[in-house]
């Protein structure tokens, strides 16, 4: 009986070996780079093993018959350049062993597989215990329900179709490549796209995408002659998902047929994505609306920057792998790369690169380069969307020490491999010098980036209106009961708005019958003055009496001229802010939205209710509203670019003009409705700000000659509308950034105090 783990000195080399080669093994021949590889599958464990010529020939003289000394010979006949060393032949035996590839013809061999078998369950439980964020359930044989949906779906796979969904896939790019402007500007934001009901369909859309994303692995798996020989359950992040076992399109002959195999599952996100974005671009806000946007960015976006990339080890890179022969490409192009480093930081001149490889060095070092140079920028885009979400929820303090717990772990990682590198064994060899030249090279490029001042830009959200536009307000209390339609052009001294005011008419009314009375009643005494002495002594009440309902009479009069709402300038009739929902709408003032509104006419205007403005048409200005931590950066005469929804394609320019001193109570409608500054609804329908705001007056240029801001103004495109501010504030370091972001979040400043 051969025992594997001694070597071939202590054993003799012309001993038989007791060892042979499965009859049941699946093996298929693949060409690749010019080399041949043998595909092997286990018929009973189901796993697919590569072998070079080389292995294979090796494989297949293990007929229980052989010594390794005739094996030795055997082999340098057949391959005449190549020299075999026994020990790694006798390990090469260990490993054909322990992957189930030989059996042993030896009695006794029971209790050993018995053993083999144990030890693979518990290495299975581990990987299981170190893959608790992806948990499989052991799933079902899916080939009759396969069959059944390939022979009535199987012409999804027709070129025809292939060519016509390739061209709706393009098209769909395209088309919203060229409408990108105004696609960013109908996204919503951040905060309100990540709130608590929205999460949850957005994670029904996941759960929705991989099913149908599976269910096109297996079928194309199908379709092209290989099996799927389990599909599931998995639990990836607690969420229940679908996975489909396809692991034997590797049996397929033909590497386009294998590719799209591998491509099958991104093409289904990618064709339902667009199809979604079609629908999203058509339709209102709304349900569906959501939907197919949480749709189109799961499986349009999220696709291509993960699944379809290469880069990654998903379906992209199993794509790549196909269509350049190299099986195991990851593994290659990493083992390469760390040869690479050790060769450039350690004397070690006859070591060279031992893996056995099909794939050229230049793709090896290429390939390994780029993917880790994307995980690393996919790792901060990843950190900075959490910090981003956590910031959102008012939890930065949280999502800040999650940020830095992850960069200490992964510093920790990389010193502790570096570390593991330079060990007592390979510290002689330790190239000194280059290791001295890079440490200095990354200490002047981290001191370089966290020193020197970059570009820096405040993002706010800002509210247009109309320059010197002069407010119309309610200046008794009192019931409108006309008004202009907004975007009304009227002159000087025109009637804009019409109010009745009931208690005034009746008040009015009281008094004039009371003057009349005491006119009357003095033109009584001082006929009857001469008559009776006591008569002259009651004129002058009376007089006294006539003089005060006079002036109450003349002050009634001027109020009920003030009903009537006249404009002091030439211009075009604005709308105010829009006022939310009253939360009490028992009340006899209540109302919505504008004053100027249709369904707002005969509604109870207080004094002091701004009923509408009428602009001059000449300028434009906004209004930017600051937090606490942007204010303080914000100063006169900084830059400021903006965007607005309603006019996406457009960026106007401007620069602030005054930055207040003192925070602001109250919110515009528009500023509130877009969820970039957290607020409330008091009861008298005003918006409150929960966080200390602060506002700065901006002044906007028009745009250039192809836009008329007369225009713009009369048809009310852009008074109060909403525009996404980026003020050019001064340069800061990355040393100044992080030491601010500390101080927001961990230093308490007593100035934002409620």
Known sequence: ????????????????????????????????????????????????????????????????????????????????????????LELLHAQFYRNGLIVSNATG??????????????????????????????????????????????????????????????????????????????????????????????????????????????????????????????????????????????????????????????????????????????????????????????????????????LLRYDGYFVLSDLLETPNLWQQSKQYCNFVVRRFFFREPNKSFAQITTASPGLLWTYGLLSNCYRWVLSIVVLWIVYKTFQSLKLELVGVCLVVSVLCATVFRFSFQAAKLVNRRNRRHLRGGRVATVFLLVTSLLGISFFVPLPARVHAPLQLHVLGASSLVALVDGHLVHSLVEGTSVKKGDVVAVMDSPELRLELAVRLGQLAQQSARLAGLESRRGQDSSISAQIPTVREAIAGLQSEVARLQSEAEQLKLISPIDGVVLAPDARLEDSNPELIEFW?????????????????????KVGSRERIEGTAYLTQSQVELARAGQSVTLKTVVLPGVAFQGKIVEVASTREEELPSVIFRSGQIPGRILKEGRMEALDPIYV??????????????????????????????????????????????FHETIVVDPRVQR
């Not at 399109?249 to 195999?261: G, L, P, T």
């Not at 939205?593 to 005969?602: A, F, I, S, Y």
Request: proline share 3%; glycine share 6%.
């Open 109 to 310: 061999q029971g209790q050993s597989l018995a053993s083999r078998e144990v030890q693979a369950k518990l290495e299975n439980r581990k990987s299981r215990l170190k893959q608790w964020l992806a948990i499989r359930m052991r799933g079902i044989n899916p080939d009759r329900f396969l069959e059944h949906c390939d022979a009535r779906l199987g012409w999804i796979f027709s070129k025809s179709n292939l060519m016509l969904v390739s061209v709706f896939l393009l098209f769909t790019i395209a088309f919203m490549t060229a409408q990108s402007s105004i696609l960013w500007a109908r996204l919503p934001k951040w905060n309100e796209y990540l709130n608590a009901s929205n999460v949850f369909w957005l994670l029904m859309t996941f759960v929705g995408f991989k099913i149908v994303h599976e269910l096109g692995h297996a079928l194309a798996c199908k379709h092209f002659g290989a099996d799927c020989h389990e599909m599931g359950i998995l639990f990836l992040v607690f969420t229940p998902c679908l996975y489909c076992d396809v692991s034997d399109s590797w049996m397929i002959d033909s590497k386009w047929e294998r590719a799209a195999v591998a491509a099958s599952g991104v093409a289904c996100e990618m064709i339902l994505a667009a199809a979604c974005a079609w629908i999203w671009w058509i339709s209102f806000p709304g349900t569906i609306n959501s939907l197919c946007l949480n749709a189109m960015l799961v499986g349009g976006v999220g696709t291509f920057v993960v699944n379809a990339n290469p």
């Open 1 to 88: 009986m051969l025992q594997l783990g001694r070597s071939p000195a202590q054993a003799s080399h012309r001993k038989r070996v007791t060892l042979q080669v499965r009859t049941d093994l699946i093996i298929k021949h693949r060409t690749v780079g010019g080399k041949g590889l043998m595909v092997i599958k286990d018929p009973i464990t189901l796993e697919h093993f590569f072998l070079l010529n080389e292995e294979f020939a090796l494989l297949k003289m293990l007929d229980g018959k052989r010594s390794y000394a005739e094996m030795k010979e055997l082999f340098e006949m057949q391959f005449e350049r190549k020299r075999l060393d026994l020990s790694r």
């Open 592 to 612: 919505r939205g504008t004053p100027l509104q249709t369904e707002n006419l005969g509604s109870y205007l207080k004094r002091g209710t701004l009923v509408c």
């Open 696 to 741: 700065a007056i901006v002044s906007v240029d028009v745009p250039g000659p192809d836009y008329s801001i007369n225009d713009m103004i009369a048809t009310n495109t852009l008074h109060h509308a909403l525009a996404n501010a980026a003020i050019q504030v001064d340069s800061r370091t990355l040393f100044q950034l992080a030491a601010r972001l």
